[in-house]
């Protein structure tokens, strides 16, 4: 096997393992969403479930659900900003 082949299986397979820990990841974030629904359907309205489960405490009002900018363009961000530190990330491990 040449070293090309070998680098390339190598990209190949981190990739994969790359891909597989943000899914993981995500599907926690969604079990975790779907127990405090459950959770708090057992103690109060689903109304209410609602309200705790999009951190009213935090927020104090949903003004940003508003309007498709407010709610999209944050998540967008989020998204773009988790990508771009993992890629950070990456790099300096892979420097190291």
Not at 24 to 34: D, E, I, S
Not at 35 to 42: K, L, N, R, S, T
Not at 59 to 72: A, Q
Request: hydrophobic share 50%.
């Amino acid at each position: 096997m040449t070293e090309p082949e070998s680098t390339q299986e190598f990209s190949v397979t981190r990739h994969l393992q790359d891909l597989a820990t943000v899914i993981g990841f995500g599907v926690l974030g969604w079990a975790l969403c779907g127990f405090v629904v459950w959770i708090g359907g057992q103690f109060f309205s689903m109304n209410t479930t609602l309200l705790l489960h999009a951190a009213l405490v935090i927020e104090r009002n949903f003004n940003m659900f508003k309007s498709v900018i407010g709610t999209w363009v944050p998540f967008a961000l989020i998204l773009v900003t988790t990508y771009l530190s993992g890629v950070c990330a990456r790099r300096r491990r892979d420097t190291a």
